[in-house]
């Protein structure tokens, strides 16, 4: 499984950001997605993620009522829709896949890694 990630981009503090990931290859066998960041300094932490037969969705507390990820199953893809962006939003944002079904979603249970988008918010 290959994962392409865009969408990335310099947004205002209050603005809008929509990141895609297309996923190709062995997306047949694909449990769910989702999205993780890193920003400078920190270690890289769970964002969002969405499994892909039902839909269902995950957030980190800290993006809830903010972001919103969906998928496209038909065109397998996934995407981040960022509202309300704040500062603390500043960081690489990695598009991940994973096989097995599990309720976790760290670093350790995703399968497959895109390369990061750079989200960079200022004040």
């Known amino acids: 499984v290959q994962l392409q990630a865009s969408g990335g981009g310099l947004v205002q503090a209050g603005g809008s950001l929509r990141l895609s990931c297309a996923a190709s290859?062995?997306?047949?066998?694909?449990?769910?997605m989702g999205w993780f960041r890193q920003a400078p300094g920190k270690e890289r932490e769970f964002v969002a993620a969405?499994?892909?037969?039902?839909?269902?969705?995950y957030y980190a507390d800290s993006v809830k009522g903010r972001f919103t990820i969906s998928r496209d199953n038909a065109k397998n893809t996934v995407s981040l829709q960022m509202n309300s962006l704040k500062p603390e939003d500043t960081a690489i944002y990695y598009c991940?896949?994973?096989?097995?079904?599990?309720?976790?979603?760290?670093?350790?249970?995703?399968?497959?890694w895109g390369k990061g988008t750079l989200v960079t918010v200022s004040s």
């Open positions: 991940a896949a994973r096989l097995v079904h599990n309720s976790r979603w760290t670093d350790n249970d995703m399968d497959y």
């Open positions: 290859g062995r997306t047949f066998s694909i449990y769910g």
């Open positions: 969405i499994s892909k037969s039902r839909g269902i969705t």
